[in-house]
């Protein structure tokens, strides 16, 4: 059977070390998971369950080290903000699924970027609205290659930072996570069936901030490497 437009290449993210491509199905996003980070949001550092949100597949912008990857200022903010998260990608099915078998369903880990888009999200959250327009446009998760457990171990500790035109931003470590990566999986797993091809970015730490066209961003997590990209011009009015 044909489709009715063209389709569209599978969005796909590089694993490292070889020619594997590992297809994308779906992004969920952790809110809040250092705690440093939710105070700075104005939001309680208590251990409450974890909240999630959502990016579609084609916001992703594979880049592969010692690539840049290049990331247009988006649309409709003046608040572009950067949030570097440990990315964890999912290679088996589960649902309901015990933290301490949690682990089993991981395929690997990379480094990722959460952009954000933050004036629309604070004027949606003020008004209790979702947060769509601030966290789901295209080119707002942009990752480095996954590096499968099977080559680095499950990581649950390591130094993770950001720095911005050379300048250190963001840094902390996994270990400060408010919930561990196999407690994330528990809790979303109550809302969702995982599937292999679904990515989780698991939350921040402190220090997020605005770039703007033309700054140089480099993420880095110890023992998966780095991810560098740069601010782009705004797409041009037509």
Known sequence: MKYAI??????????????????????????????????????????????????????????VPPDVGHVQYPLATKNYHHEIELVVAIGARGVRVAPERANALIYGYAVGLDMTR?????????????????????????????????????VSRGRISLEVNGAVRQQGDLADMIWDVPHVLHFLSQYYELLPGDLIFTGTPSGVGAVVAGDVLVGRIESLGELKISIDEAVAQT
């Open 6 to 63: 063209p389709a569209w290449d599978c969005p796909s993210v590089p694993v490292a070390g070889g020619a594997l491509l590992y297809p994308v199905r779906h992004i969920y996003c952790v809110g809040r998971n250092y705690a440093e980070h939710a105070r700075e949001m104005g939001g309680d550092a208590a251990k409450e369950p974890p909240f999630f949100f959502t990016k579609p597949a084609d916001a992703i912008v594979p880049v």
């Open 118 to 154: 933050r004036d629309l999200q604070a004027a949606l959250r003020e008004i209790k609205r979702p947060w769509d327009l601030g966290k789901s446009f295209a080119q707002a998760a942009p990752i480095a290659p996954i590096h499968p457990v099977s080559e680095v171990g499950y």
